[in-house]
């Protein structure tokens, strides 16, 4: 089972930029599917965005046209570059692999929108 590790988050003010990525263990050359989740202190957790190894994304309809996700398989990496943060967006995000030999999780990293 690969590990994920995510790192990238941390403070910003409204308006403001974050880079998060997600580390993989091993090659995600042949994982299906990777992306990021959230959660906020007492709602669910969501869907941000995804990548799937053909390269095509989606992203919930909060962030789209604010964040971008990417990999980069020579670095076993995941990235979700966040622009025009909200305070909406404060929660702890979570990477997530998708494959044929099951999902792995990371175990977060906070992001805070505040001024």
């Known amino acids: 089972q690969v590990q994920l590790v995510e790192s990238g988050g941390g403070l910003v003010q409204p308006g403001g930029s974050l880079r998060l990525s997600c580390a993989a263990s091993?090659?995600?050359?042949?994982?299906?599917?990777m992306g990021w989740y959230r959660q906020a202190p007492g709602k669910e957790r969501e869907l941000v965005a995804r990548?799937?190894?053909?390269?095509?994304?989606n992203y919930a309809d909060s962030v789209k046209g604010r964040f971008t996700i990417s990999r980069d398989n020579a670095r076993a990496t995941v990235f979700l570059q966040m622009n025009s943060l909200k305070p909406e967006d404060t929660a702890v995000y979570y990477c997530?692999?998708?494959?044929?030999?099951?999902?792995?999780w990371g175990q977060g990293t906070q992001v805070t929108v505040s001024s």
């Open positions: 091993a090659s995600i050359v042949s994982i299906g599917s």
């Open positions: 990548i799937r190894n053909t390269g095509s994304t």
């Open positions: 997530f692999s998708s494959g044929s030999t099951g999902t792995a």
